[in-house]
């Protein structure tokens, strides 16, 4: 772990009134800053699973992952395994009242592999728990960006996702696979989504399950990338889900419910075993926005969505970038095993998928 200290100069200019001005100019420049001063944060650079732990105390740092994270990375072993923390595994970073990650947090393409939650009790789960300061004592609210969460075995109660529970920050360009559990409020990359979330997908299994407390039966607002979508300024643009989704209520292939909120140019892929209010993109809407996006009607085994203007294609459909260049998508066609980065979305035209051009 490397920490990145700040200048001598720094130091001298740290007297009591000098100091003051400069941070009050400091929090009016970046406008991270309402009158609260969170703890003081390094800057880390990460290397281990030791690292990654210390982020849970520098939460409004920027920090950077330098290489993958996984089984034989050292710290595994007594805080991201099965046997970690008594069996529940990694704590997650944040929390919603004892204060969310209102940091930059930059995966720079790099994963987490195996990572280990079982934590059926407990809100707000996942890689990060909460990137958010909901209590509005600063303008920062998290920024998470190029990381992959890889073969995750995720397990909580509410606000559950493989890589941050509850987002009310901007989470872009990364991913999860595995297997996300939980009874209420349940993603594959998110549980809950209340800002930005552009540039992602999720693949694996979510599975709604039975509540602990024994008053939910069969999991509610389940999705495939993500549970629950929900603020009048918050967007989910340019995204996709192949994960398998089953559920009792509010299931869907990508989000399970979407209140008061946009989807843009997103598609869902993976089969929706839902019940009442299930769609193969949507599970349900309220006073949401959906816009120029689609499932594929044969793998999800729906025919509908809930939502806005949406629209289910069969797989062939899917496949042809036809679909997507004719709904204004910012999509290519490539060859086999080549991307072209000039543009979000890229497809094997009549093969593959849509995806997005970062992914190697």
Known sequence: MKIIFRSKRYHYLAKASIFLVVVALIAGMVGCNDGYNPPPSQNLEISTWYDLDEVRNNLAGNHTLMNDLDSFTAGYEELAS??????????????????????????????????????????????????????????????????????????????????????????????????????????????????????????????????????????????????????????LSNSYSSAGVSGYSRVGGLVGYNAFATVSKCYSTGNVTGGIESGGLVGWSYLGDVYLSFWDIETSGHTTSYGGMEEGKTTAQMKSIATFSGATWNIAAVALNETNPAYIWNIVDDVTYPFLSWQS
């Open 82 to 235: 099965p046997t970690a923390n008594g069996g529940k595994g990694w704590q997650p970073i944040g929390h919603y009242d004892l204060g969310g990650f209102v940091g930059t947090f930059d995966g720079q393409g790099y994963k987490t592999i195996n990572l280990f939650i079982n934590r059926p009790d407990e809100d707000y789960v996942g890689l990060f728990g909460v990137a958010s300061d909901h209590w509005g004592r600063t303008k920062c609210e998290g920024l998470i960006k190029n990381i992959g969460v890889v073969n995750a075995a995720v397990t909580g109660n509410a606000y559950v996702g493989a890589l941050v529970g509850y987002n009310d920050g901007t989470v872009s360009n990364s991913y999860s696979t595995g297997n996300v559990t939980g009874p209420y409020i349940i993603g594959g990359l998110g549980g809950q989504n209340g800002g930005t979330m552009s540039n992602c997908y999720s693949s694996g299994n979510v599975t709604g399950c039975s509540g602990t407390s024994g008053n939910v039966t069969g999991g509610s607002k389940i999705g495939g990338l993500v549970g629950e979508n929900y603020g009048e300024v918050n967007v």
